[in-house]
């Protein structure tokens, strides 16, 4: 039985992977943040499944921004494997809490490779999630051969995060390897990120709930699949017998506009009634295009997308909309 650690394990990320290695027969651990409040929805349905007491889901308390905690992990754990997929992962917030952003996405990627180092994990494989938005203002198609040039402290912190996954490779000899992620969503997707804001509005306003929306740059291209097959080429690239550093994309482009009246549409809507723009939402530094040529994961990994955009907008809407009934339920049952 294999040994896996993960960190951001309660995001949507970290839950369809988390999914993935216990259906595998892996051990998973995963690092949380002590919080007032619960944060581990996305992982309850795993602990009502009766196998993962055969395969083991254990959590832990840590931080990316403390290094003992990662060091102390490391030794009572002793991952074969980890999968870093925490950070302050919205763009925009990453505008205004840059120093934060820094220091979790970027020198939490390095504390972990630090902690792996200093208590002899060198033999342990390292997955470091990095994206898309480090390509910024590249002109796509964007693969793993396109110069960087970021536009927002989440990107500069993910292109840092990158270069010393990479360094710990070359310096170190680890089996280290980076993805490079576009963008990637779900039913588990944050509703602050624009996919899953558009989508549960569009459920909300169904129902009466919400009147309007109010979006940003409605223009903005962006290569978008489904989380849970994306966590597929993580596993993947760790299994491959070289460290490599791999592009995941679906190589098809859409817009945020597009993306509203797939949305709408599905429920009858015209988004045009509702959508209305709001400069507030707008980044300092727009990026404009993001598409992604993942022809080397695909030919050297065997892996490609099971999801098409519609089909990932359909899966997200009808998600939403069930949420919008039990809260409409809710609304009139406290009426009554």
């Not at 205004?96 to 390095?110: Q, S």
């Not at 959508?275 to 065997?302: I, M, N, T």
Request: with cysteine.
């Amino acid at each position: 039985m294999k040994r896996a650690l993960v960190t951001g394990i309660t995001g949507q990320d970290g839950s369809y992977l988390t999914e993935l290695l216990l259906a595998k027969g892996y051990e998973v651990h995963g690092i949380i943040r002590r919080s007032s409040s619960f944060n581990t929805q996305r992982l309850e349905h795993l602990y009502q499944d009766p196998q993962v007491q055969d395969r083991r889901l254990v959590l832990h308390y840590g931080d990316l921004n403390d290094a003992s905690s990662l060091n102390l992990l490391m030794q009572q754990v002793k991952p074969e494997e980890i999968y870093n997929l925490g950070a302050q992962s919205h763009v925009r917030v990453s505008f205004d809490v840059p120093d934060y952003t820094a220091e979790v996405t970027g020198v939490g990627a390095l504390r972990l490779l630090e902690a792996m180092r200093e208590t002899g994990l060198t033999k342990s494989r390292f997955y470091q999630a990095s994206s898309s938005e480090m390509f910024g203002s590249a002109p796509p198609p964007q693969g793993e051969n396109t110069p960087f040039h970021p536009r927002s402290p989440y990107a500069v912190a993910k292109v840092y995060a990158y270069w010393i996954t990479i360094n710990y490779r070359e310096a170190y000899g680890f089996h280290a390897v980076n993805g490079v992620l576009f963008n990637h969503e779900s039913p588990r997707r944050g509703e602050t990120f624009v996919t899953r804001k558009i989508t549960r509005a569009a459920g909300r306003i169904k129902l009466g709930l919400q009147k309007e929306l109010y979006l940003g740059n409605l223009d903005a291209l962006r290569d978008w699949g489904f989380a849970g097959d994306y966590v597929e080429a993580m596993w993947l690239a760790l299994q491959h017998e070289t460290a490599e550093d791999w592009v995941v994309a679906t190589g098809e482009s859409h817009s945020v506009r597009e993306l509203c009246e797939v949305a709408f549409a599905q429920l009858g809507l015209d988004y045009r009634d509702f959508v209305r723009h709001d400069p507030r939402y707008l980044r300092p530094a727009e990026v404009d295009h993001l598409c992604g040529d993942s022809s080397k994961a695909r030919a050297k990994l065997g892996w490609k997308p099971k999801t098409d955009f519609r089909a990932l907008v359909k899966m997200m809407v009808d998600s939403d909309l069930e949420l919008a009934r039990e809260e409409h339920w809710m609304s009139q049952r406290t009426k009554t």
